[in-house]
């Protein structure tokens, strides 16, 4: 796995040489922007400096990122109201180093926690790289194993200076712990994150690829199984409701660019050609995420669909579009910005007051609903009806699940 990682220091993103704050090698001024663009490799990485340093935070700048894509999220997590906050706002792990100990983590799913091993000089570092501990990596991550489920390895000794890893440092803390490892600090090169992928770790990338001497792209098409695929490599095409929209092939070229601009871009092995969906009808793909499957001779595309997919008068190659959640939340939120005169809807939408009454009253319905059918009835007509006001505040049901998703499995007080 290939983890695009985000380190925040002002609002913005930033690179520094040694996790130095005073060392700043580049500003990126959109890291929202940033996050949207490397969500298509895989699940990124958002790390607070200020917080993990003591002075201040970027839980807003946070909370715009995770509401829209996949991040795991470290820096600065001492307490449990601030653990708490990122995952119910989003984040699908929280990454924990200063307080890593195992009081503080056995409040939260092994699945939800990374533990940080930071190490300068093959001693662990807390409190945002400024104080050493007498333990080991290794020693660190035999001790907590059992509270998480991943180790976030950083060599800062290496970080920001693009000179390289220490893979044999990393080897050491791989062999001694059944979690997986995540490794940063250093690592420039593809040779490298495939020396890696041999190792069973995953790499977290930031210095490399902000100043472009390492491609995403490049590293992302190298750990793909080609050898078993050919030349082509064939693609399932998703809405981002989880509906399967076509099945299609990709050559690297067309792999890379749909990587590298979002737009899906695929092989035709009629024509023997490169094509970017809608170029020619306006049935555009804007594609969010590039997953492959568990041998990585498979892609997922998961996108968002202007028009119809198929070539005949429907959205989906696979006949007839379902209709979800998902759906309803792409028609109410089309309905806000294109409003049919007349229709309920469009009141609901101009009058948030009658919106509010009518989701208290459906409520009251639901509670009160005498049989199975009814209940069923006042259940959907609050459903339709909150959906209707997360639409017209711009929340999606994404959002809502995320918050689920982070209440899910802790340990209360």
Partial sequence: MIIP??????????????????DCALTVD??????QDYARYG????????????????????ERITARVEARVGGGIRDHARADRLLRGGARKIIIGTQATP????????????????AKKNRV???????????????????LEAFCSEFLFTVVDREGMMQGTDLEAIRAVVEATHNHVVAAGGITTVAEIQALDKLGASCQLGMAIYTGKLSLSEAYLALLDWDKTGTLMPVVVQDMGGQVL???????????????TGEGTYFSRSRQEQWVKGATSGHTQKVREVRWDCDRDCLLYRTQQVGNACHLPQR????????????????LQDRLVHPEEGSFVAKLFADEALLKAKI???????TEAPTDRDTVWEAADVMFFTMALLARRGLTLAQVERELRGRHGRRRG
């Fill in 125 to 143: 570092v807390t409190e945002g790289w400024t104080q050493t501990s007498a333990d080991t990596p290794v020693e660190r991550a035999k001790a």
């Fill in 5 to 22: 990682s985000i380190d925040l220091l002002g609002g913005k993103a930033v690179q520094l040489r040694r996790g130095n704050p005073d």
């Fill in 43 to 62: 699940e990124i990485a958002v790390i607070d400096l200020d917080a993990a340093l003591g002075r201040g935070d970027n839980l807003a700048v946070i």
């Fill in 103 to 118: 009081d503080f983590l056995r409040r939260y799913p092994k699945d939800a926690v990374i533990v940080a091993l930071d």
């Fill in 360 to 366: 208290l009253e459906e409520a009251q319905e639901l």
């Fill in 316 to 331: 989906s190659c696979f006949g007839p579009e379902w209709f979800n959640l998902a759906h309803l939340e792409t028609i």
């Fill in 30 to 35: 959109d890291p929202v922007g940033l996050a």
């Fill in 246 to 260: 076509m099945f299609a092939w990709a050559d690297q070229a067309a792999v890379r660019r749909t990587l590298e």
